[in-house]
């Protein structure tokens, strides 16, 4: 409740103030003529719930700020007590764009490890830190023999119908296998114009599908294929309807192996939100895309490490057939650590 005292000359005056600055639904609580005639009203307002509730959400705010702050520096004390290199190690995670949780637990399992000596020195304590990196990310390659249905899983612009092309022109030219592909994007504007265009350059089958039976239809045409590429819509999963695309693909092609694309374009929420998302579609592997963009990693490490996938491919370019690498673990970590 906001209590305010106005004062005037008349009664009719201060009452007129008051409401003018109060608003309408203003509570007069009390009133009186003070020595000289003048007249004192105190009144008073409700505010508005939608104020209330501005004001509750910025209190919490400011209570989450508190009590991060209050964390980093518990952690902080943290590093100091086993050493300035971790402490120094620490602060660098953090600044390449590990989260202050992932930054401590990854010190804290560093120290556990680690001998008296090499929690004293830097180089040392990074070496030790590329070792127990190199034993938390795990690798595979999803391109083996017998017949393959993969299909790319990811937001808008993390790079999947570029990448398709690249497995697939790996696919055809390199491991001299039939390859088709099917594209279930149809709300992304020039979606078929850049499928026609991948299927000319590569010489191979392409369609684009918009229903069930379509789907249905296509995937029995295309059965003849060793490798059959699905590429699926990357707008938000909270779109039922695009959630149901992708399991309808998966009904039809009970053999599909989804892989799932990051890229360190995206914060570490968005990257943890794709992989709780498109969890539900079981992704055998992580493909990390666009690393020659990206000017730090460690936000992209963090959520690799907060996920139970493997690494499968790499991309570092828009070039088609080339950029593309299987995931080397121990470049990312070094490319990680090199950054500024």
Request: net charge neutral; with cysteine; hydrophobic share 40%.
């Amino acid at each position: 409740m906001h209590i305010r005292r106005f004062y005037g000359n008349s009664m009719k005056t201060v009452l007129q103030q008051a409401k003018q600055e109060l608003g309408d639904d203003v509570v007069i609580l009390s009133q009186k003529t003070l020595p000289g005639g003048r007249v004192e009203v105190v009144a008073a307002t409700e505010p508005h719930k939608e104020t209330q509730a501005a004001e509750f959400n910025s209190l919490e705010s400011e209570i989450a700020e508190i009590k991060q702050m209050l964390l980093s520096l518990v952690e902080e004390r943290e590093m100091m007590r086993l050493g300035k290199a971790a402490l120094l190690l620490y602060r660098d995670l953090k600044q390449k764009g590990m989260s202050e949780a992932c930054a401590y637990q990854t010190v804290q399992e560093l120290a556990r490890g680690a001998s008296l000596e090499d929690l004293l020195e830097a180089e040392a304590l990074r070496r030790e830190l590329r070792k127990l990196l190199l034993n938390r990310i795990a690798t595979t390659q999803p391109l083996t023999d017998g017949k393959l249905c993969i299909g790319l899983l990811g937001r808008t612009g993390v790079g999947k119908t570029t990448t398709l092309a690249k497995l697939a022109s790996m696919e055809r030219y390199v491991r001299k296998r039939k390859v088709s592909i099917l594209s279930l994007d149809v709300c992304r504007v020039g979606a078929r114009e850049e499928l026609n265009r991948i299927g000319k350059l590569l010489g191979v089958p392409t369609a684009l599908v918009l229903t069930r039976e379509e789907l249905a239809e296509r995937i029995r045409e295309f059965g003849a294929a060793d490798t059959l590429f699905l590429d699926t819509p990357g707008r938000a999963l909270q779109e039922k309807e695009l959630r149901d695309r992708i399991a309808e693909a998966a009904d039809l092609c009970p053999h599909v192996h989804f892989h799932l694309l990051l890229s360190p374009h995206y914060a570490r929420e968005v990257l943890l939100e794709d992989l709780a998302e498109y969890g539900r579609f079981a992704p055998k592997s992580l493909i990390l895309t666009k690393l020659d963009e990206a000017r730090s990693l460690g936000g992209l490490v963090d959520a690799v490490l907060n996920s139970s996938l493997p690494l499968s491919w790499i991309t570092n370019g828009q070039n088609i057939p080339h950029d593309i690498e299987p995931a080397d673990k121990g470049r990312l970590i070094d490319r990680m650590m090199e950054a500024p």
